[in-house]
């Protein structure tokens, strides 16, 4: 099979590691991929916006299976264009995206369908919206509609906090036609945890739970990132609420979108909070998490890309999926500075004394001529080690990581530290 790999994250790396060990697969393209990807697939110098050139590129290639990674290129449509032009696709329609690319549309499904989650409410203008702030305690919880890069949820400790991002979203529209409606809904507590599930449309199979670190330094301090490390499995999340989880969210979840007439195609990621009432949705994305991904995928004994051909074909029950019962630590290499400002182009130098079962999964890093890889980017790579404990995979990866260094590279301490303990 050709595989057609969408996205340039250390996820889409990982993804393309795991299809390459497939029997099934003979040639793997990456758009536009990285430095990581270079090295086992073919990097196509397109925009993840492109889609047009995205649909004619893997018509002309004759792509037998395209797998989209991230969440722009699925809410602008991706798949249901491939699918008029006849080509197989993993993720879902622009429709059942909207479960990740509008949290408007995720609270009304989850409130018809009694699904647990935050309980609050939708406005789009500020008059409204601030007269029902003045009737709620802090803190309280402010969320743009649409997508937003990560960066769409205000916790505001003071309703002064929540005015101002109210206004930033409804008036000043910071984030553009994602702040036209906003959320406001009540701040939970509790240990957080995501849990991914393949779907097929009918049929949802979860897949190990993972943890992910979203603030820049250790004790979860400073600003947000889009990820700086990952583990699976959480000791907190056993198999017992697993179950919980698939029952309470993600079936029912699967079956409203089966009878709206949107299917749900594709990896669904639900983001719980694990509160005193019992676990609930803070949100549902609709793709593969980076960084869990990088975390989850090295525990996967079944061919991936048997798993996405069955999601594809509706076969999903007709298949097995194994997981290796070995943790996985995930820690991600930053460049100093991000997620503020930061400079690239540093060359990365890889010790030969690093372990031969390390996996380093690329994201912001380029192959400058002559072959040198390059960081390019806030978040430069994820470097996983799996071992026969946490403790063993932790201490795995931070010794290998000393053998990874670029200039002003920084990187947490505390990944997966609350586990071993
Ligand atoms: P989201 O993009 O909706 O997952 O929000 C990003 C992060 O904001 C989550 O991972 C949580 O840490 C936090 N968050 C979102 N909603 C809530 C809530 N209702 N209560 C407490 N924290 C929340
Ligand atoms: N790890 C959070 C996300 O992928 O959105």
Redesign the pocket.
Known sequence: MKILVIGNGAREHALVWKIAQSQRVKKIFALPGNAGTAGIAENINISVSDINSIVNKAAQLKADLVVVGPEAPLAAGLVDRMEAAGIPVFGPSQKAAQLESS?VFARDLMNKTGIPC?S?QCFSTCSEATRYLENRTVPV?V?ADGLAA?K??I?ATTTDEAVNALNSMLQDRIFGAAGERVII?????GK?VSLLAFSDGKTAVPMVPACDY?RVFDNDKGP?TGGMGSYSPPGFFGEEMIRQVLESVIKPTIAAMAEAGTPYKGVLYT?L?LTAKGPMV??FNARFGDPETQAILPRLKTDLVDIMLAVVNGKLDKIKIEWNSNPCVGVVMSSGGYPGEYRTGFPITISDKIDKDINIFYAGAKMRNGGRIVTDGGRVLTVTATGSTMEDARDKVYRNIQHVNFEGCHHRKDIAAREVS
């Not at 809904?185 to 507590?189: F, G, K």
Request: hydrophobic share 40%; proline share 0%; charged share 35%.
């Open positions: 949290k935050a609050g919880v969320k990560g769409g949820v916790i809904e009540e701040c939970l507590v957080e979203k947000n983001g909070i803070l949100e």
